[in-house]
Every structure is written in structure tokens, then in C-alpha cells.
């Protein structure tokens, strides 16, 4: 079946703009994740939604980003006046949510925002 | 605050040579490990797990990796490594209890391995 898509692949945006960053999970994964991965850096933690709601945003850096999931399906990371070290690429993943087991998180390919 | 460490930046062999990634991470508690790999051009991929059990664990592409609970540390191992191994390697790490992949994962900076035909 297919993977966990992204849109777009590519974002240039200036600095001060306003941004929005899709991510497509997995049919029937009910959990979803936003992790950031910067030049030379690891993915690191943004937002996790279990459903509708968000579990946990405790990666947030700051009040800029936000991210909604209004359906439980698709998800919309949104930046709000970008700054240059926002530059990253922006990962989403998917799991299943199945108590007393491993869900496994399956990565999207990433959106890669540059801003100038 | 939890932190998981990868030793290696960079790491160059010829093929057939074996392969060791050190990874380290900070936690008192209850963790599950993983190692993930990504192939130029590619998604993020699982390559393996641990969370209970044998510390020795088997994983795809002939991969394994050791859990020393004492020296916090999974390190991933290749006994012979091929050209199709080149590849960014993540350690991660996910606190909880067992099937505890409820929450978010915490990445090592990775290690870029480059195998020499």
C-alpha cells in the first residue's frame, strides 16, 4: 500500500512569510508524528496526535508553529512568520496505536523548507 | 532530559570489512532502542528493536546490535559490510514500558557510513 506521503518536497519561502507543510499517513494509522531534521542533526520531536488531538506538542519550539488534524488523517504543520534557522527538513510518520505492542512509526520522505 | 550519543560522524570501509556503531544514551529508566537507517534518496527505514529479552538483537540486512544496560549503550553491528550498506545510521530512543511506541523518538545526530567497492 503506499507509504506516508509529504507536500510539497521543496519549499523556498522568505523570511517573514507564512508556510504550511502536508503530511498524508498511512489508511488506518491513527497516530501521527512531526519530527524536524536540521543540517548534521538527527530528527528531533515536534508534535505527536493520537486521533484528532494532539498528545503531545512538547517539541514545539516556539509559538510560531502550530499543527492541526482536524479529520485524524491528514495533518498540517503551519509556520507563521519564518525566520531563517527554520530552515530544516520536515519529517512526518505514522503508527498504528495498539496497546501492549510495538507500533512501528513509518517515515514520510520529507519537506525540505528553505527560507531566505 | 533524555539524550542518545553517536560516537561515529563519519565512518569509511572498504567492503567485507566489519562494522561497529557506537551509541550511547542517557535514561535511568525503562527504554526501547532502535537503530534506523536511510539510503541516499531514500525514507527513514526501521533496521531494528529492542525492548525486552535477549540484549542481542537480529534486524534486517544481516544487522544486529547489543543492549548493556550498564554501560547504556546499543551498539549496531555488521559482521562484513557490502557497498549497498553506504547509508545514514540513527540510533533512537523511546521511554516506556514494553510497546512503549506510544510517544515520540529521540534521535542521535547519526552516523554516515560510506563502504568502498
Known amino acids: 500500500g503506499a507509504g506516508v506521503s509529504q507536500t510539497p518536497s521543496n519549499k523556498v519561502t522568505e523570511k517573514g512569510k507564512y508556510v504550511e507543510l502536508r503530511c498524508d499517513p498511512i489508511?488506518?494509522?491513527?497516530?501521527l508524528y512531526w519530527y524536524r531534521q536540521s543540517l548534521g542533526q538527527g530528527p528531533e520531536f515536534l508534535i505527536y496526535f493520537q486521533g484528532t488531538g494532539a498528545a503531545d506538542d512538547s517539541g514545539l519550539p516556539n509559538d510560531r508553529f502550530f499543527a492541526v488534524r482536524p479529520e485524524g488523517s491528514v495533518s498540517t504543520l503551519k509556520i507563521q512568520r519564518t525566520e531563517r534557522g527554520d530552515s530544516a527538513v520536515y519529517l512526518c510518520?505514522?503508527?498504528?496505536?495498539?496497546?501492549?505492542?510495538?507500533?512501528?512509526?513509518?517515515f514520510g520522505p520529507g519537506t525540505r523548507l528553505t527560507v531566505l | 532530559a533524555q539524550s542518545v550519543s553517536q560516537h561515529n560522524h563519519h565512518v569509511i570501509l572498504s567492503e567485507a570489512a566489519s562494522l561497529e556503531l557506537g551509541c550511547n544514551y542517557s535514561y535511568g529508566g525503562t527504554v526501547n532502542l532502535f537503530w534506523y537507517v536511510q539510503y541516499p534518496g531514500q525514507h527513514l527505514q526501521l533496521l531494528l528493536k529492542?525492548?525486552?529479552?535477549?540484549?542481542l538483537v537480529k534486524g534486517i540486512k544481516g544487522f544486529e546490535a547489543e543492549f548493556i544496560k550498564s554501560k547504556f549503550s546499543f551498539n549496531l553491528r555488521k559482521p562484513s559490510v557490502q557497498w549497498s550498506d553506504t547509508a545514514e545510521y540513527f540510533c533512537a530512543v523511546n521511554v516506556g514500558s514494553y510497546g512503549g511506541s506510544q510517544g515520540n523518538l529521540i534521535f542521535g545526530k547519526g552516523t554516515k557510513l560510506s563502504v568502498k567497492p
Open positions: 510518520a505514522s503508527s498504528l496505536h495498539r496497546t501492549e505492542t510495538y507500533n512501528e512509526q513509518f
Open positions: 489508511s488506518g494509522h491513527t497516530a
Open positions: 529492542y525492548f525486552s529479552g535477549d540484549p
